[in-house]
T-cell receptor, first 114, second 111 residues
């Protein structure tokens, strides 16, 4: 049982380049999330989805877009990468809302923007 | 190494001692709280949870205390072991579909 899988695990971009992070979960969870984690800080919510075909903005959505075309996948896109987007990105999923149970996290994707 | 009431970014304890990690939450409407453990290079993992209608919950070697009056949460780890070294986060949850995480406390266990 793989749980939550993120690809790629590492990526280096130049300013202005675009890329997509892929998150896949095999637990049939309804809710999925993208967080970013910066040194010495907690996790900040970028975007989330409460079901297939739906997305919503989190705390720090600017510069990112997301899509949830399939229930098991949640994609995070950077259209024009900036050095401020250098971070570790975590995807998470939950069976229903987070008030009903824990979030299951992937191993993280480390992004460096030069 | 105990810190009652204050959130500290780092905590260092001797192996075998008890650890107390504190967290202040902000939203009075939060009704479900979770403690996560994050080891180096990994994603956070669930440790223990508590609902707002409780003030204490115990697990294996861990206890979570909730004080809704002052919006404070604590995680107690009994007989701390080297494998407990990690960053610990509290998360507050509402039925709006989002979890909000605290800044985290780095626990270091000295042999």
């Amino acid at each position: 049982n793989a749980g939550v899988t993120q690809t790629p695990k590492f990526r280096v971009l130049k300013t202005g380049q675009s890329m997509t992070l892929l998150c896949a979960q095999d637990m049939n969870h309804e809710y999925m999330y993208w967080y970013r984690q910066d040194p010495g800080m907690g996790l900040r919510l970028i975007h989330y989805s409460v079901g297939e075909g739906t997305t919503a903005k989190g705390e720090v959505p600017d510069g990112y877009n997301v899509s949830r075309l399939k229930k098991q996948n949640f994609l995070l896109g950077l259209e024009s990468a900036a050095p401020s987007q250098t971070s570790v990105y975590f995807c998470a999923s939950a069976r229903r809302g987070p008030d009903t149970g824990e979030l299951f996290f992937g191993e993280g994707s480390r992004l460096t923007v030069l | 190494g105990e810190s009652v009431g204050l959130h500290l970014p780092t905590l260092s304890v001797q192996e075998g001692d008890n650890s107390i990690i504190n967290c202040a939450y902000s939203n009075s409407a939060s009704d479900y709280f979770i403690w996560y453990k994050q080891e180096s290079g990994k994603g956070p993992q669930f440790i223990i949870d508590i609902r707002s209608n409780m003030d204490k919950r115990q697990g294996q070697r861990v206890t979570v205390l909730l004080n809704k009056t002052v919006k404070h949460l604590s995680l107690q780890i009994a007989a701390t072991q080297p494998g407990d070294s990690a960053v610990y986060f509290c998360a507050e949850n509402t039925n709006a579909g989002k979890s909000t995480f605290g800044d985290g406390t780095t626990l270091t266990v000295k042999p």
